[in-house]
């Protein structure tokens, strides 16, 4: 199975800092890596897919990049609606995997 | 609008059984692979299984084979999840979704609520 490995594991902003996640694959997935974000008690929501595709309806400050093994999601401004945690997952192969995720929390 | 929504969960004893349920609604559920993924208390989400569309192919994790079925009733448009032999481990909330794909991209961009299963004596 593919290793993913977040980081941090959580970290703690202000609103309107500048915020990036990494994810790390155990092996190279090419461009196939989704980020969601989870709310307390809420199913996960697809935020980006495809390593940069911003899913419909999700806000420009969310963005995605990265290939092969190492990718990140950033957010540009962070804004009270986004303390949250953040996961990533592979779709290259079966199983689909997830990372642990990191908790975005308010400074 | 696209709605999955899960039933059946509930506590349950180890070595014991549920079948948890989603009801899809909003698009044409036989089009679409479907996926059971679930989350433990404090974890990252964990495929459990998904099956195809016209032939209804099953695949599962190693954790759960053996043990689990997946199923559909495209009539009905409802998922299905038989669980057998529960262990404490397979406590989660359990979550249906939908996998998009296009451009070789596969995601999956509709969850339903999620239902709790907790295997404790």
């Known amino acids: 199975d593919i290793q993913m490995t977040q980081s941090p594991s959580s970290l703690s902003a202000y609103v309107g800092d500048r915020v990036t996640i990494t994810c790390r694959t155990s092996q190279t997935i090419d461009i196939y890596l989704n980020w969601y974000q989870q709310k307390s008690g809420r199913a996960p929501k697809l935020l980006i897919y495809g390593t940069s595709t911003l899913q419909s309806g999700v806000p420009s400050r969310f963005s995605g990049g990265g290939s092969g093994t190492d990718f990140t999601l950033t957010i540009s401004s962070l804004q009270p609606e986004d303390f949250a945690t953040y996961y990533c997952q592979q779709s290259y192969t079966a199983p689909k995997t997830f990372g642990q995720g990191t908790k975005v929390e308010m400074k | 609008e696209v709605e999955l929504v899960e039933s059946g969960g509930g506590l349950v004893q180890p070595g014991g059984s549920l079948r948890l349920s989603c009801a899809a609604s909003?698009?044409?559920?036989?089009?679409?692979?479907m996926y059971w993924v679930r989350q433990a208390p404090g974890k990252g989400p964990e495929y459990v299984a998904l099956?195809?569309?016209?032939?209804?192919?099953?695949y599962y994790a190693d954790s759960v084979k053996g043990r689990f079925i997946i199923s559909r009733d495209n009539s009905k448009n409802t998922l299905f999840l038989e669980m057998g032999n529960l262990r404490t481990e397979d406590t989660a909330v359990y979550f249906c979704?939908?996998?998009?794909?296009?451009?070789?991209?596969?995601?999956?961009?509709?969850w339903g609520q999620g239902t709790l299963v907790t295997v404790s004596s």
């Open positions: 979704a939908r996998e998009m794909h296009g451009s070789g991209r596969r995601y999956f961009d509709y």
């Open positions: 909003g698009f044409s559920f036989s089009d679409y692979v």
């Open positions: 099956i195809g569309t016209a032939t209804g192919s099953a």
